[in-house]
């Protein structure tokens, strides 16, 4: 019975140490098969997450456009590069330095594509593979977005637009003359304020002055005239500060004039420079009609009348009246003088007494029109130039971006020249 039991042993041990001979052998395929494994894996989480960066970095170049334009802007392509270096460095990613720039070939405006694509170097593990394809190997990604910048996104599905607080802003004209003196105020606001509150405050200096309005009065946009008296010696004056407030939805805003309308106490006898500014404000060009004021009732005979229609120490005009044009915007002090009979003389400078303006577009809100009655809508607010679209394949969509924010008022520097590009 022994020596069978001990055969048996003998090719049991045979068995074991064959086994190990063939795991030797293939161990080393192993571990080929699994380096090989690994490296591939490496390379294609590090695609995985090239292609991860060129997202960021489209989406990064999509916002900043106008950095690879004209003029351009330096700071904002260094923070490009380092943006997209930092995140190669963190997937052991050697990239080109500097890195190429983005493709832009459709210029900068709102939708035109951008086009970012990167190469990447990945290094090989396994020696055997190193030997066939290289110490590394390049992998490529690239991702196009539409240009961004400047987007004003709408609430899509018909919401409310972004509402800007207004300016505060007003004209007060004219801002000096005789007792009693009639002053139009006129508001200029930008922003579309839907409430006001005027202050029409009382100040004196040498004589005691009060305005027509109560201090404090809630009025609405204007105009409003206010009569200002001063009572004292011939030449006192009295000085008045205005201020004006005004808010909407998106915020509220005041602005206060101090000393804007100065009144002084007529002259007690002799002739009275005094006129009136027909109309006192409006938009350039602007034709303005002036006619002397007899203040003294018919009792002084005027023999001459002289007019500076822009004070600027020569005379326009002569006569009673006059007429004048104003082909620019401005505040424009006007001056006349008048003589008597008996030669004497008496001049006024009315400060403020025209008051002209540019002309006034407001940017209309695109949301949800259709693209194709941008141009009509454009133009109908006042605007000359032609709007920009970017144009999808599916046509007459309704619009979701705007690069000028819809109730913005004459933007700089164009004013009613102003361009603007919508979008899906």
Known sequence: MRLPLLSRLRDRRRSRGQSMVEFALVLPVLLLLTLVAIDFGRIYLGWVNLQQMTRVAAGYA????????????????????AKVQNDARLINCDLPSPLPDPVIPSGTALGAPVTVGLSCEFHVITPIISSIVGGTVLVSAETTFPIREGAVAVVPGGGAPIVLPPEAKFAATPQSGWAPL?????????????????DFQVGAVGGTGTPSVSPGTALTDGPHTVTYDCTGSPGD???????????????????????????????????????????STGVKPLSVAFAFVDRRGG?????????????????DATGPTANASYPNSGVYDVTLRVTDSTGATQTLTKRGAVVVTDRICVVPDFANVKVNDA??????????????????????????????????????????????????
């Open 237 to 279: 004056t009295c000085v008045f500060s205005a201020s004006l407030g005004v808010g909407n939805a998106g915020g509220t805003d005041s602005q206060t004039q101090t000393d804007v309308v100065t009144v002084t106490v007529p002259p007690a006898t002799g002739p009275i420079a005094d006129f009136t500014v027909t109309p």
């Open 62 to 81: 999509s916002e900043h456009a106008s950095a690879w334009g004209s003029p351009g802007n330096p700071i904002e392509r260094s923070r490009y590069q």
């Open 375 to 424: 141009q009509p809508r454009w133009a109908a607010a006042g605007f000359t130039t032609t709007v920009n679209v970017t144009r999808p394949p599916n046509g007459n969509y309704d619009i979701r971006t705007q690069t000028l924010v819809g109730g913005s008022i004459n933007p700089q520097p164009n004013g009613c020249a102003s361009t603007i590009t919508v979008g899906p």
């Open 182 to 198: 009639e002053v139009t105020f006129t508001d200029q606001s930008l922003g579309s304020p839907t409430s006001w509150s005027w």
């Open 299 to 315: 009792t002084v005979t005027y023999t001459n009348y002289q007019w500076d229609f822009t004070n600027n120490g020569s005379f």
